[in-house]
């Protein structure tokens, strides 16, 4: 059983920034590929980035080049920094492992709101 806990979501003017958080429980923690994904009211649940156990990154295409992923194996958590942010990125923000790295995501955190105002 894995548990995950996201942090950091919160209020910020558009063109601001957040970090959110995601600590995980489990012993073998670096050896999960890790994701965020997102979910804006009325919309259907959206990538957003994913980072494997040797630290390859994924972005969804909306995000490239704003936000970042990264993951500290050693405190079990993976980060998503996220810069310039527009209204359209608010949305509740749930970050899930995929245990076997084959695509398919085992567990998911309660998830973070995470509001831009214009």
């Known amino acids: 059983q894995v548990q995950l806990v996201e942090s950091g979501g919160g209020l910020v003017q558009a063109g601001g920034s957040l970090r959110l958080s995601c600590a995980a429980s489990?012993?073998?923690?670096?050896?999960?590929?890790m994701a965020w994904f997102r979910q804006a009211p009325g919309k259907e649940r959206e990538f957003v980035a994913r980072i494997l156990w040797s630290a390859g990154t994924y972005y969804g295409g909306s995000v490239k080049g704003r936000f970042t992923i990264s993951r500290d194996n050693s405190k079990n958590t993976v980060y998503l920094q996220m810069n310039n942010l527009k209204p359209e990125d608010t949305a509740v923000y749930y970050c899930?492992?995929?245990?076997?790295?084959?695509?398919?995501?085992?567990?998911w955190g309660q998830g973070t709101q995470v509001t831009v105002a214009s």
């Open positions: 899930a492992a995929d245990l076997t790295t084959l695509g398919t995501y085992d567990y």
């Open positions: 489990g012993r073998t923690f670096s050896t999960y590929a």
